[in-house]
């Protein structure tokens, strides 16, 4: 069912000599959280543990969020041989784990859990759209966009089973807000700086949230521009039920750039004061 496979890739085009450095980092990081996607399944089909379209669904959208983490992996090997992708993903699994026999959402309803589901997927069309745009390494521009494709419709594929529980739940407005308000924040969280520690940090080097968050955020968020926002705040409204463009979007869009520009400037202070002192620790 997936719509591509990663021998579709043109894997001999790769060229080192376009390879951005700061990009390495988060593809490797990128790609733990990619791979980890049987775990989240697991979870999803727990909570939906009555509805097998759903729990099919599930099931295809793992598959195809296993390979996004593959062919980054795959990638973050060629540009950096030194990286053992399935090695740091152990790493990671190891250290981050989710409950996944949970049988109630922790969103608090199943509404609430495919709304945050579309949040995720609305943050990886538009960060792998971003990426891609911004690289100039043939292979990981085929790479993202492969991927930002598979993100979108992902958010359509929630977007639509939300539908069908709002219609049985009634999950007032204030309510979905909160829930992808609350998903939006959780970016921050042990997720990504975990996965940007496992698959970055040498070995010996104890994980510290903060470093490892400014580690990721601060490269990361230097690839988004105006544009992207304004398109990721057009699918966060139309998850929450509000008109997708309009001035009420582009009020919110032009926010939100504000404040990533104003999180992006306090990572890479951030990552300007740790970085020197760390990785001399670690020599
Ligand atoms: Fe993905
Ligand atoms: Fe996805």
Known sequence: MKHWHIEQIAWDSFDPGKVEPEVVPLVKAAAMVERNGDDYA??????????????????NWAVEENQHGDALGRWAMLADPSFN??????????????????????????????????MVETGTSSYYTALGEASDEPV???????????????????????????????????????????RVGETEDDELAFAFHCSNDPPGVAYEHARCSAGYMGRAMGYYRQH????????????????????????????????????REKFRQQLAREAQPIYARAA
């Open 228 to 263: 992207h926002i304004e398109r990721s705040m057009g699918m966060i409204f139309k998850a929450i039920g509000l008109e997708p463009r309009g001035r009420m979007s582009d009020l919110a869009a032009r926010g939100a750039w504000r404040l990533l520009c104003w999180r």
């Open 85 to 118: 992708y399935m090695e740091s993903f152990a790493r990671y699994r190891a250290g981050y784990k989710i409950d996944v026999k949970a049988d109630a959402s922790i969103r608090g309803s199943r509404t609430g859990e495919l709304i945050a589901r579309c």
């Open 42 to 59: 697991a979870y999803l089909k727990s909570v939906f543990h009555d509805d097998p379209d759903f729990q099919a669904a599930a099931d």
């Open 140 to 182: 990981l521009k085929q790479i993202c966009r492969l991927i930002a494709a598979d993100e979108y419709r992902h958010f359509k594929l929630f977007y639509d089973h939300m539908k069908r529980y709002l219609g049985r739940e009634k999950l007032s407005f204030p309510r979905r807000l909160r829930v992808a308000l609350g």
